[in-house]
């Protein structure tokens, strides 16, 4: 059983900046790619943010543009995103999922919900401007 604990979310004002913990356990991130989504309020829940197993290769949604770097630290078993100038459209839950497997082909899998076996609780960012 895996279990995916995230942290790290709050509340801050638009420009600022937050980084994001995932803490996995019952799978190492060597076998496992993890990816971020999020959901706004009234929206579907989209893709952010996905790193492979062993964390050779990052992904990420259009929107970004640079303001978000994912990562792992495999020792710790433990990934993260990192998102900057943060502004009000930000705003949502944000949740870490665990693949079913290290790597996907073709890479668009890596934005699909159903890549994903196991889900964290969400922990939520709120960006007032």
């Known amino acids: 059983q895996v279990q995916l604990v995230e942290s790290g979310g709050g509340l801050v004002q638009a420009g600022g900046s937050l980084r994001l913990s995932c803490a996995a356990s019952g799978r190492t991130f060597r076998d496992t790619a993890m990816g971020w989504f999020r959901q706004a309020p009234g929206k579907e829940r989209e893709f952010v943010a996905a790193?492979?197993?062993?964390?050779?290769?990052?992904f990420y949604a259009d929107f970004v543009k640079g303001r978000i770097t994912v990562s792992s630290d495999n020792a710790k078993n433990t990934v993260y995103l990192e998102i900057s100038s943060l502004k009000p459209d930000d705003t949502a839950a944000y949740y870490c999922?665990?693949?079913?497997?290290?790597?996907?082909?073709?890479?668009?899998?890596?934005?699909?919900?159903?890549?994903?076996?196991?889900w964290g609780q969400g922990t939520q960012i709120t960006v007032s401007s």
């Open positions: 790193i492979n197993g062993g964390g050779s290769r990052t």
């Open positions: 999922a665990a693949g079913v497997a290290a790597s996907f082909s073709p890479e668009y899998l890596y934005g699909a919900e159903n890549s994903y076996a196991y």
